[in-house]
T-cell receptor
Framework: AQSVTQPDIHITVSEGASLELRCNYS??????LFWYVQSPGQGLQLLLK??????LVQGIKGFEAEFKRSQSSFNLRKPSVHWSDAAEYFC????????????FGTGTKLQVIP | SQTIHQWPATLVQPVGSPLSLECTVE??????LYWYRQAAGRGLQLLFY??????ISSEVPQNLSASRPQDRQFILSSKKLLLSDSGFYLC??????????????FGQGTRLTVV
């Protein structure tokens, strides 16, 4: 079965600074990959997803993520963080051709300071 | 467009009391439906999913149950709540089974506190 690790539980960045949230997965083949964002007390919203093709994926709100097969990673990036980006971010992985439901990471909570 | 509604938004219940959380989806037919629980530091744990009316699959043994009485209605229940049932509960739907080649859409969640 697939698994996903988000090594950073909490990250603090200054507004305007760049951001990178780490995500590592374990799966024997090329997986499906997702990043979701959860604002406080809210549900999850899909930021971006990787199914196939270009390994650099553009998402909403100025986010992007790059699938690196050699590193089993799918890190989320944003060049300039806004205060409204403060939220919890979840990476998720799905297996191709199987019946295992998508597995979510434990999340990274982002704090943005002025 | 499709929308998902989940209520109530917050709930405080005493230990031993029953629970009923409701989720409905609009704008689509025969959705796959899911109940997740989110606990601090543990990410999202899939509790139940349903591929059709009356069809419920349980992912983890627990004190909760789920039912799908109508195509677009999914209910999470308990006869007697435990303190450990406290958490943030999320309902979600997807057009096909959420194994990866489709995406899931989430409700706003219910914060349940068992006291």
């Amino acid at each position: 079965a697939q698994s996903v690790t988000q090594p950073d539980i909490h990250i603090t960045v200054s507004e305007g600074a760049s951001l990178e949230l780490r995500c590592n997965y374990s799966y024997g083949a090329t997986p499906y990959l997702f990043w979701y964002v959860q604002s406080p007390g809210q549900g999850l919203q899909l930021l971006l997803k990787y199914f196939s093709g270009d390994t650099l994926v553009q998402g909403i709100k100025g986010f992007e993520a790059e699938f690196k097969r050699s590193q089993s990673s799918f890190n989320l990036r944003k060049p300039s963080v806004h205060w409204s980006d403060a939220a919890e971010y979840f990476c998720a992985v799905g297996a191709r051709g199987g019946y295992q439901k998508v597995t979510f990471g434990t999340g990274t909570k982002l704090q943005v300071i002025p | 467009s499709q929308t998902i509604h989940q209520w109530p938004a917050t709930l405080v219940q005493p230990v031993g009391s029953p629970l009923s959380l409701e989720c409905t989806v609009e704008g689509t037919s025969n959705p796959n439906l899911y109940w997740y629980r989110q606990a601090a530091g543990r990410g999202l744990q899939l509790l139940f999913y349903s591929v059709g009316i009356g069809q419920i699959s349980s992912e983890v043994p627990q004190n909760l149950s789920a039912s799908r009485p109508q195509d677009r209605q999914f209910i999470l229940s308990s006869k007697k709540l435990l303190l450990s049932d406290s958490g943030f509960y999320l309902c979600a739907w997807s057009a096909a089974l959420f194994t990866g080649d489709t995406e899931a859409f989430f409700g706003q969640g219910t914060r349940l506190t068992v006291v």
